[in-house]
């Protein structure tokens, strides 16, 4: 059989643009990214597709762009899954130890996982991540309990779901270019595989991706995702409240928000005026600098506060020592970690992509798209190493009661 | 727990969720896509399925008839004969020696058997026999050149003149200009062999070739006056003699010096005979020795009781003196031949 290079999509339809990265993974399994490709997104309301028509014809101008940029065809695709019909909860199971001598096997690991992944969802709802916790053994915390000898193994997954038609019409929107979908990837997870380090993830780390429609969210300790969540408000919003109060265009309010919108208030004048347009030209008003960053960064404390509601219990500031980690178009706001510390009460800081990503895609928008890549590929590895094992297994069984 | 007991209820997953797409919800491109897709396949199908008919036929015709595998496949018959040639043999020639029967087909032809025919002639040094298709037959030759001639007798017939190439092959020359190999001198001194329908190689032709085209080259006027070239004394003491219009034998030496400076002495030698003893010309002339003196020998005419010199018929009877001659020192200026 000829073997080749495999050429992989990540692709993100997001609420107001939609990233298309192609990676080239080599026999080895060395990932290089060849071509991005980015458009206007069209049809997507708060991260789910409104309208399948523009939706479609945005993502494939944007999967043409990034084709052209890579030179190549895209075999498959890593999607980027979000918005705000996701919903999240955690189920746990135990087993007693079977051997005689204590020793868990396999067949334990097995039963637990099963056991720990098997709550049933509400009519209409299918998962799309199992994110395991990590087992505990007698109470202790294990990552492999394999051959390790107890009594009471333990094991917890925080199941993510959706509604099957919500997820179903972002899957067809890519088959409607004719790729399969090979992984399907919560924005969140995708954002936190690239941006928090394993000592983030063991210390605890809450890493926040704040696109225009949602603001995705996941919370790591003892190196594995606890807990993860959508909330339907972006920075479209802060956008939609300046257009409001202000009684601005869309486009008006957006220049404004980028120009003179912060997460928090440090104007001490309130009778600094600034200009819409700054040209003099028929239209152009002033508007109060302070009223601007008052309106972005109430909403901007919201998004933190829901954010922090939903996350509940399990989030605590002793527990997340690493801090929060945020990313995402709004992340560009000034003072937005600031806020975020004051929020949480732990530290905050912006994303920071790896040194292997390039120039060009350090940008915070992009930490989704290259998170894509890099959990797919690393989840695609782990499903190839427990397949193994379980060909193994069965081959030890068959000896064994031969 | 029990692990026999475990028997969870399943949770779709959205890989449940059917990949299968329509064209009515694809865009442009999405179709120009699937076309794409579905071309690679009905192309893969049918080198598949060409290859599987292929492989069908062949079994069949393998069990049926094995025969037709191994035959030739038929061909238009040969409309022509390209020739190229480094040498002088034409055509015509080239027919005459394959001897193609009239109406013989390209693919029937036997190309080792055509090749063996004509290195046979041993003229031709290398020859390739090739398939111009449809109906070509394309010979590519490289000819051997002739070095000197030498007499022979094949059977019962009369003595004839071959030619000798510098590889020491005898052959019958063909198609050469008749004045340009009455030029050739002839061969002296060696022992024909037999070998097959030819003759076996001669060996030192090599050296003549070297010393004759040295003449040719820088003393035409020399080797217009060479005759024959004799091996005779080659293997003993490895000497070439030359008989010329001018001396009887003229040794050059093969391992002494260079051809071009024997050449030359001997040039310097024959011009000072010349002009200081027109009367006595040189009967010998050793080159072979080397050296700033070099052997000669004259023919001393006998002279009558009157004073006058004797017919030319009596003079292989008369005898000849020997000298040396003296060669110029190698820095005087007179001494610098220049051809």
């Not at chain 2, 060479?226 to 003491?237: G, K, M, N, P, T």
């Amino acid at each position: 059989m000829i073997s080749r290079n495999k050429f992989i999509g990540a692709v993100e339809i997001g609420t107001s643009k939609v990233s298309v990265l192609i990676g080239e993974l080599s026999q080895d399994r060395a990932l290089h990214i060849i071509g991005v490709g980015e458009c206007q997104s069209r049809g997507v309301i708060k991260g789910a597709v409104a309208d399948f028509k523009a939706a479609s014809e945005a993502t494939h101008a944007a999967l043409i762009a990034a084709e052209q940029s890579a030179g190549t065809r895209i075999d498959e695709v890593y999607l980027a899954q979000s918005g705000g019909h996701l919903e999240g909860f955690y189920n746990e199971a135990a087993v007693n130890v079977s051997s005689a001598d204590n020793m868990v096997s396999a067949l334990d690991i097995d039963t637990v996982c099963r056991l720990a992944k098997s709550k049933n969802l509400p009519d209409g709802r299918m998962v799309v991540h199992h994110l395991r916790r990590p087992y505990r053994l007698d109470g202790r915390i294990v990552p492999d309990p394999l051959h390790l000898v107890g009594q009471r193994l333990e094991a917890g997954y925080w199941t993510v779901h959706g509604p099957e038609g919500k997820i179903a019409d972002n899957i067809h929107v890519i088959r409607g270019f004719n790729v399969r979908v090979a992984e399907l990837i919560l924005s969140s997870l995708a954002s936190g595989t690239v941006l928090a380090s394993p000592e983030d993830r063991q210390n605890g780390a809450l890493v926040i991706d704040i696109g225009a429609g949602t603001t995705d969210f996941v919370l790591y300790r003892d190196g594995s995702a606890q807990m993860t969540g959508v909330v339907p408000v972006g920075g479209g919003h802060l956008t939609n409240d300046l257009s409001l109060g202000l009684r601005l265009t869309e486009g008006q309010a957006e220049k404004l928000k980028l120009r003179f919108g912060r997460a928090t208030v440090v104007t001490k004048d309130r009778a600094e005026k600034v200009w819409l347009n700054g040209d003099f030209a028929i239209g152009d008003r002033q508007f109060s600098r302070y009223g601007i960053e008052q309106v972005t960064s109430a909403r901007v404390w919201e998004i933190f506060e829901v954010v922090k509601k939903k996350l509940g219990p399990a989030f605590s500031a002793e527990k997340t020592a690493s801090g929060v980690i945020l990313t995402g178009g709004t992340a560009k706001l000034p003072g937005i970690d600031e806020a975020a510390a004051k929020v949480f009460g732990v530290q905050a800081r912006l994303g920071e992509a790896p040194g292997w990503v390039a120039e060009n895609l350090r940008d915070p928008a992009f930490s989704s798209v290259l998170g894509l890549l890099q959990y797919g590929l690393s989840s695609r590895a782990e499903t190839g190493a427990t397949t193994r094992r379980k060909t193994s297994n069965w081959i030890g069984k068959l000896f064994a009661t031969a | 727990m029990s692990h026999l007991n475990v028997n969870p209820p399943s949770t779709r997953t959205w890989r449940d969720i059917p990949q299968n797409v329509t064209t009515k919800g694809m865009t442009r491109e999405g179709k120009k896509r699937l076309a794409f897709a579905v071309g690679n396949i009905v192309g893969l199908a049918l080198v598949i399925g060409a290859a599987g008919w292929g492989i069908y036929e062949l079994v069949s015709v393998w069990e049926n008839n094995p025969s037709r595998i191994t035959a030739a496949a038929s061909s238009v018959p040969l409309r022509e004969i390209a020739l190229r040639t480094d040498g002088v043999l034409d055509k015509a020639w080239v027919m005459r020696t394959l001897g193609l029967p009239k109406g013989a087909r390209l693919m029937e032809l036997n190309l080792p058997q055509l090749q063996e025919r004509l290195l046979a002639t041993g003229q031709v040094q290398t020859a390739v026999v090739a398939r111009k298709f449809p109906d070509i037959l394309a010979v590519t030759i490289q000819e051997r050149s002739p070095v000197a001639r030498i007499m022979a007798q094949v059977g019962a017939g009369a003595p004839q003149a071959f030619m000798v190439a510098r590889d020491g092959s005898v052959y019958q020359g063909v198609g050469y200009d008749l004045q340009l190999a009455e030029t050739l001198p002839f061969l002296d001194g060696v022992k024909l062999v037999r070998s097959g329908s030819g003759f076996a190689r001669v060996e030192g032709l090599d050296q003549v070739s070297d010393l004759l085209g040295a003449a040719r080259a820088n003393t035409p006027v020399l080797y217009r006056t060479f005759r024959v070239v004799s091996l005779a004394r080659y293997a003993v003491d490895a000497t070439i003699t030359v008989k010329s219009t001018e001396v009887d034998a003229i040794t050059f030496g093969v391992v002494s010096d260079g051809f071009y400076k024997q050449l030359a002495r001997l040039d310097y030698i024959l011009d000072e005979t010349r002009r200081q003893n027109p009367s006595q010309p040189l009967k010998a002339v050793n080159l072979a020795v080397g050296g700033s003196q070099v052997p000669v020998a004259f023919d001393i005419p006998t002279v009558t009781a009157d004073g006058r010199v004797p017919h030319a018929a009596a003079k292989p009877a008369a005898p000849f003196g020997t000298a040396l001659f003296s060669l110029p020192p190698r820095n005087s200026s007179s001494s610098k031949r220049d051809f």
